[in-house]
C-alpha cells in the first residue's frame, strides 16, 4: 500500500454494498473539478448538496442524484473530495465506476486509502483513525462511545500533551546546558522539568491500568462455560442468547470445539464460549477440543463452571475468577455442592440473576471515569516504553543532563508511535488494512 502513487484520484463505493437505497461514490485527489466538469457539466457550490444528472462524457445519462464537492484542504482527506448519490442499483454503480475507471488518472482506491490520505495529509491522527475503524465497527453503545472519543481526539489531546511537556523538558535541559550562564534561561532544571516528569510518569502509568478496560469494551468481555460432559453447558449457552448455537444431545463430548456467540448486557460486547466436556479421554478429537477449552478458560474474563446438579461431582480445582453454576434447576437435586446460583434451561430459572452477575462481574473490571483510554496492545507498548524512559531519566541521575535528556527524547519518540508523530511506516499498512474499501 505504501508504494501506491498519491497524485492520483481515486474512488469507491463509500455506502454499504449495492443494492440499496442509496449508493455513495467517493473521489478523492487533484482531478476531481475536471471529473465533475465532465459528469455534470459544472463545478457545483461547494459544501451544497446538488440535483444533477450524471452523464457519460459521450452524454448518455447514467443517473439523477445528489452531488457534493469538498474543496481541499478543508475536506476528509485534505484533498479535493466529491461525493455523487445515485441509486443504489449494481448496474448504476457498475456503469459510473466503467466512466470513472476511463479517465487516465483515476483508479479505484484500495482498503483505507482515503483515510490514509487523510493521515499524510494532517488530517487525523493514527488514534483517530483507528477510532474511526472502531465507530464503524462498533456493535453495543460502550463501543460506540469508545470510538467516538478516540475519533474525535480526545485519547490524542492527552497524548500531544503529554508530547509537549516532554518537548518542553528537554528544551529547558538544552537551556541550561548550552546557555547556563545567561540571566535570561531558566533556573533550576530539577524544579522545573524533574518535578513535571513526577507527576507525568504518575499519569502515564495510570493511563496503562486502564488498558485492560479500554480492551474489554472494545474486544468484548470473554466469558466461557466449562464443566464436565452431559452438564449442561451448551443448553445454558443457547438459553443465555435465546437462539440454538450449540448442538444439545444425550450423548457426552457432543462439543468438540470451542463455539462462540455474542451477547450484549447493559451495552458491554460478551463474548461467549462454549466448550469441550472436560475428562480424561483417549479418543483424538476429543483431547484436542479438551486442549482447546482449557486454553480458553486460560485466557478468560469469566469462567461459568456449569455443574449438573442432579448427580453428585467430585470437587474441581476452578480459576479464581469462576461462578459455579448448578444446571438444570428444574431436576431433583442430587449434589451436595453449594453453588453461586442455580438454573435451569428449560424452564428459564436464574437465567436472568446470571446474566445480573455476568454483568456484575464485567463493571468489577471496568469502571473507566472517561472513554480516552487506550485499547490496543500497541498503544500499551508504546506507553510502557515511554513511562520506562521517563522514569529511567528520574532514577539514574548520576548520568548527567545529556544523557537524561536522551531518556527524554525516547520517551516523547514513544509516544509519538502512538499517535504517529514520529515515523510509523511498518504500522499503517496493517492499520489501514482493517478499513474497509471506501473509508
Not at 443465555?240 to 448486557?265: P, Q
Amino acid at each position: 500500500m505504501s508504494a501506491l502513487r498519491t497524485d492520483q484520484t481515486i474512488f469507491a463505493l463509500s455506502s454499504g454494498s449495492v443494492p440499496s437505497g442509496v449508493a455513495v461514490v467517493r473521489l478523492s485527489g487533484p482531478d476531481v473539478t475536471s471529473v465533475l466538469t465532465s459528469l455534470l457539466g459544472e463545478v457545483p457550490d461547494p459544501r451544497h448538496a446538488t440535483l444533477r444528472k450524471i452523464r457519460t462524457r459521450n452524454g448518455t445519462v447514467l443517473d439523477t442524484g445528489l452531488v457534493l464537492f469538498f474543496p481541499g484542504p478543508n475536506s476528509f482527506t485534505g484533498e479535493n473530495v466529491a461525493e455523487l448519490h445515485l441509486h443504489g442499483g449494481r448496474a448504476v454503480v457498475q456503469a459510473l465506476y466503467e466512466e470513472l475507471g476511463s479517465f487516465s488518472n483515476l483508479r479505484p482506491a484500495t482498503a483505507g486509502e482515503f483515510s490514509r490520505r487523510a493521515f499524510e495529509n494532517g488530517k487525523l491522527d493514527l488514534v483517530e483513525i483507528e477510532g474511526l475503524a472502531d465507530l464503524i465497527a462498533a456493535e453495543t453503545e460502550m463501543q460506540r462511545r469508545l470510538a467516538v472519543e478516540h475519533s474525535s481526539g480526545g485519547l490524542s489531546a492527552i497524548y500531544n500533551g503529554w508530547a509537549s511537556r516532554l518537548t518542553r523538558g528537554r528544551a529547558l535541559i538544552e537551556a541550561e546546558l548550552d546557555f547556563a550562564d545567561e540571566d535570561d534561561v531558566p533556573g533550576s532544571v530539577s524544579e522545573q522539568v524533574w518535578a513535571d516528569m513526577v507527576l507525568l510518569a504518575d499519569e502515564i502509568d495510570s493511563q496503562l491500568k486502564q488498558t485492560e478496560m479500554g480492551e474489554i469494551i472494545r474486544d468484548g468481555f470473554k466469558v466461557v462455560i466449562a464443566g464436565r460432559p452431559n452438564a449442561g453447558k451448551s443448553s445454558l449457552m443457547n438459553a443465555l442468547v435465546r437462539r440454538d448455537v450449540a448442538i444439545v444431545t444425550e450423548v457426552a463430548g457432543t462439543t468438540r470445539d470451542v463455539l462462540r456467540t455474542d451477547l450484549h448486557i447493559d451495552g458491554f460486547l460478551v463474548r461467549l464460549h462454549d466448550t469441550a466436556g472436560l475428562r480424561d479421554t483417549d479418543e483424538v478429537v476429543e483431547r484436542e477440543g479438551i486442549r482447546r477449552a482449557l486454553q480458553i478458560i486460560d485466557e478468560a474474563d469469566l469462567v461459568i463452571y456449569a455443574e449438573d446438579l442432579t448427580v453428585s461431582a467430585a470437587m474441581e480445582t476452578l480459576p479464581a475468577h469462576s461462578l459455579i453454576v448448578g444446571t438444570k434447576a428444574d431436576l431433583p437435586r442430587g449434589s451436595a455442592r453449594t453453588y453461586d446460583l442455580t438454573v435451569s434451561a428449560r424452564d428459564g430459572t436464574g437465567l436472568d440473576e446470571l446474566r445480573r452477575c455476568i454483568a456484575d462481574r464485567l463493571k468489577e473490571k471496568v469502571h473507566p471515569q472517561s472513554m480516552a483510554i487506550p485499547t490496543r496492545s500497541r498503544h500499551s507498548d508504546a506507553l510502557s516504553r515511554s513511562l520506562a524512559a521517563v522514569r529511567a531519566s528520574l532514577t539514574d541521575t548520576g548520568r548527567g543532563l545529556e544523557m537524561r535528556a536522551e531518556d527524554l527524547r525516547v520517551a516523547s519518540d514513544a509516544l509519538g508511535r502512538v499517535t504517529g508523530r514520529v515515523d510509523v511506516e511498518n504500522l499503517l499498512d496493517l492499520i489501514f488494512s482493517e478499513f474497509c474499501i471506501g473509508k
